[in-house]
C-alpha cells in the first residue's frame, strides 16, 4: 500500500519569508513517482514537479525548490520570498511503477496562508 | 497546448437523482483516471481505464460507473445521488509512453441538494 504524510495541516507565512512544506512517503514499489500540485481557491490542481525515484537531485524552478531525499522517503517543497499569490493548498502525490501504475495517492494537504 | 476537457464544470443535482460526468482526455492519451475531491479533503481514485477496459479500481461506489469509449473519453455515471456526494470531480489522463504523467482537467463541481 502506498501512503503520504503531509504532516503540517496549515501553515501561515509573512510576505517574503521562506517556507518549507515537508512530504513523507511510504510505499514498496521501487520505482516510482513523486509530485507536488498547488490548488488555489479556485479548485484546479495545478501541476508543480514529477520527480521518480531514480533521480534525487534537488530542483529549483524560480522560488520554487526541492530536496528528494530517498534515504528518509521525503519530497520537501520550499518557497522561497513567498508572496501572497502563493496561498493555496499545496498537495504531495505518490504513483508506484506495479499494480498502482498510474493513479496517484495524495496526502491530506498543506493549506498555505500568505499575509501581506 | 490541448488540457484535458471536463463538462460540465459546475453540476447541481437533488438527492437520487442521477448525474453523468464527461471526460475528455488530451489527444493521443490512452488512459483515464476518475479522482474525487470532497470539500477539505484530498482528491481520493476512483477508477482508471486502459485503452477502454477498466485498469484499475479504487473506492467508487457502487451506485457510480464509468466506461471509456472508442475515441477515449470517459464519463462518470453516478446515479441515487446523495448529499455525501458533493465534490470535486477529476479526471486525469495520460499517455501510452508516459503512465505516471498524469495530466489533470480542470474538475466539475458537483452540489448535491
Known amino acids: 500500500a502506498q501512503k503520504v504524510t503531509q504532516a503540517q495541516t496549515e501553515i501561515s507565512v509573512v510576505e517574503k519569508e521562506d517556507v518549507t512544506l515537508d512530504c513523507v512517503y511510504e510505499t514498496r514499489d521501487t520505482t516510482y513517482y513523486l509530485f507536488w500540485y498547488k490548488q488555489p481557491p479556485s479548485g484546479e490542481l495545478v501541476f508543480l514537479i514529477r520527480?521518480?525515484?531514480?533521480?534525487?537531485q534537488n530542483e529549483i524552478s524560480g522560488r520554487y525548490s526541492w530536496n528528494f531525499q530517498k534515504s528518509t522517503s521525503s519530497f520537501n517543497f520550499t518557497i522561497t520570498a513567498s508572496q501572497v499569490v502563493d496561498s493555496a493548498v499545496y498537495f504531495c502525490a505518490l504513483s508506484g511503477s506495479n499494480t498502482n501504475a498510474g493513479k496517484s495517492t495524495f496526502g491530506d494537504g498543506t493549506t498555505l496562508t500568505v499575509k501581506p | 497546448a490541448a488540457g484535458v476537457i471536463q463538462s460540465p464544470r459546475h453540476l447541481i443535482k437533488e438527492k437520487r437523482e442521477t448525474a453523468t460526468l464527461k471526460c475528455y482526455p488530451i489527444p493521443r492519451h490512452d488512459t483515464v483516471y476518475w479522482y474525487q475531491q470532497g470539500p477539505g479533503q484530498d482528491p481520493q481514485f476512483l477508477i482508471s481505464f486502459y485503452e477502454k477496459m477498466q485498469s484499475d479500481k479504487g473506492s467508487i461506489p457502487d451506485r457510480f460507473s464509468a466506461q471509456q469509449f472508442s475515441d477515449y473519453h470517459s464519463e462518470l455515471n453516478m446515479s441515487s445521488l446523495e448529499l455525501g456526494d458533493s465534490a470535486l470531480y477529476f479526471c486525469a489522463s495520460s499517455p501510452r509512453t508516459g503512465r505516471h504523467e498524469q495530466f489533470f482537467g480542470p474538475g466539475t463541481r458537483l452540489t448535491v441538494l
Open positions: 520527480r521518480n525515484s531514480f533521480d534525487e
